[in-house]
């Protein structure tokens, strides 16, 4: 039968309820051991809690079924154990409002690694207060990195509700800016792609598939003088959309030439067509690597 205690203590109980306003509630030592259906599963239910103090929550157990409920209840400090956490599925915090965790030395989890495993004891689906919720709390804590690995976690729930498709687009936009949290990731993607496209451009002038176009008349002297071609600032010119470094303007690959180049000791054959397909693809990913950085810092991107 339901119990509206001030304190659990060393004590077997099947389902408590608390209500209302108090200075402090404290479960210490205690063990709920629920019911079967159709009557429920038995815990510790608080309903419309508002405690001033500490919320206690010690030495506890939850066995068959039992779980904790605290729907829209509100506390101020948490003073917990790991251990003493309810089974996967049986936290049920939808609502739960608090203001700091006990960061005693010992077994008292406050860091945000510790407390997304707490948060992943709630039923299947996607709850976003208590996301919310505990970022908020780090961050005036002075946590902020472990406030944004919190909302990168709540991101990540949120896009697999979508599926493969979901899934897919949320790692590309946690590893490209970190959902908007981390926009300087997009730096060294962007580096990684500029670096590579100077070993492609270097290669393919080695084989000699780059040719010159020519933007202006073509002079009539047999050795003209032209621009030189600089791999490096090629990569560059063609990656940067807003800046131009003339390089893509005299040079681009022949389609329809071949030729081959030592790599590593092993002769490269190279294609102009294949360099080609890979400078267009350069492109496009300066545009949305540019698009996604530019987002990332003005916070478009940010669901908070």
Not at 222 to 230: A, D, F, K, Q, R
């Amino acid at each position: 039968m339901p119990v509206q205690p001030d304190h659990l203590r060393r004590k077997d109980y099947s389902t408590s309820k608390v209500s209302g306003v108090q200075e402090a509630f404290v479960v210490d030592g205690a063990r709920f051991i629920g019911t079967a259906p159709p009557w429920g599963y038995g815990g510790l239910v608080g309903v419309d809690l508002e405690l001033r103090s500490a919320f206690v929550w010690r030495r506890v157990s939850l066995e068959n079924g039992a779980q904790l409920m605290l729907r829209d209840a509100s506390v101020g400090l948490i003073v917990d154990q790991e251990r003493a956490w309810p089974p996967p599925g049986k936290l049920l915090i939808d609502g739960f409002a608090y203001s700091s965790f006990d960061v005693h030395p010992g077994d008292a989890p406050w860091d945000a690694r510790t407390r997304l495993r707490w948060l992943a004891l709630q039923p299947p689906g996607f709850h976003l207060q208590p996301y919310r919720q505990l970022a908020k709390v780090l961050r005036e804590s002075g946590d902020e990195p472990g406030a944004i690995q919190v909302l990168m976690a709540e991101e990540d729930a949120r896009y697999r509700q979508f599926g493969f498709l979901g899934r897919f687009v949320g790692a590309f936009l946690k590893a490209t800016i970190g959902y908007g949290y981390q926009p300087r990731r997009t730096i060294g993607w962007s580096l990684l792609v500029v670096l590579f496209g100077w070993s492609v451009v270097w290669a393919a002038k080695r084989a000699g598939v780059m040719r010159a176009t020519w933007p202006e008349n073509a002079p009539t002297s047999s050795e003209p003088h032209y621009e030189n071609l600089h791999p490096f600032l090629y990569s560059l010119d063609v990656f940067l959309p807003f800046v131009n470094l003339h390089q893509e303007h005299y040079w681009w690959p022949d389609s329809k030439n071949s030729g081959q180049c030592a790599l590593f000791g092993y002769q490269l054959r190279l294609r102009g067509s294949l360099v080609r397909y890979y400078l267009w693809l350069q492109v496009i990913s300066g545009w949305l690597l540019s698009a996604i950085l530019v987002a990332g810092l003005t916070g478009l991107m940010r669901s908070d």
